[in-house]
């Protein structure tokens, strides 16, 4: 695949990346379960692994990655046009399609917001199969917010979003704290909830302590790998 767009995400350290088919390859059916990753393979060796931010059934596939090393700085260094060898879909993902008529809970920090972002573009092309649509998504700083233009969409297309920043500044009037800060305040539906969840192992784990505590049982608490 090549690399067609890219994109600065709020800090200089987060780029999307659109990978699109070239017109010489046949493309695949970009089918796959919201909450899957893909392996890219740099120029240069490197390789990683990268949560799909798009939604099945687009003509790409979109990738939201921070610099570090390996593959992720590797591909910061690449221009568009750049082509890349990329595995197919990979990993458990998040089969919402066992959950049809539940709400659907969403909790995510930093890039995490890459595989809801695919979860929530797919669930709304589906207004009938789900219930109430909830994100929560917390980030270091007001800065570090990822797709900005998406979350107004996702408010207007009725999706009760709320986010939390680590650290704010004179700018930022929401909530200060963690992401699981912000569970209290939800008017949730034990019985009838499924929640995704993504982010590091001390967030997992407090987001779960709260849900199961709240009523939520194991197996509606989503991880995507």
């Known amino acids: 695949m090549r690399i067609a767009k890219i994109a600065p995400q709020g ?8 990978l699109e088919v070239p017109t010489t390859i046949e493309p695949p059916s970009f089918d796959f379960v919201p909450g899957q990753f893909l392996q890219v393979h740099t120029p240069a060796g490197e390789s990683s692994y990268f949560a799909i931010a798009s939604a099945p059934g687009e003509p790409y596939y979109e990738l939201l990655v921070k610099r570090a090393q390996g593959a992720s700085k ?12 990329v595995v197919e879909p990979q990993g458990r993902g998040f089969p919402l399609t066992e959950h049809a008529g539940r709400d659907v809970l969403l909790i995510g920090v930093g890039t995490g917001i890459a595989p809801l972002r695919s979860v929530l573009w797919w669930t709304l092309s589906r207004p009938e199969a789900f219930g109430r649509l909830i994100l929560l998504y917390g980030v270091l700083t007001p800065p570090h917010w990822c797709y900005r233009d998406d979350f107004q969409a996702w408010r207007h297309a009725g999706v009760d979003v709320r986010v939390t920043v680590t650290s704010g500044d004179a700018s930022w009037t929401g ?3 963690f992401v699981q800060d912000l569970l209290p305040a939800l008017d949730l539906a034990p019985s009838n909830t499924v929640a995704c969840l993504v982010g590091m192992k001390d967030m997992i784990n407090a987001n779960t302590a709260w849900l199961k505590a709240a009523g939520i049982p194991s197996e509606r608490i989503l991880l995507n790998f």
Request: proline share 9%.
């Open 74 to 85: 590797a591909l910061f260094e690449l221009p568009i046009g750049t082509v890349l060898d």
């Open 175 to 177: 909530p200060v704290g």
């Open 11 to 18: 800090v200089e350290s987060i780029r999307s990346f659109r």
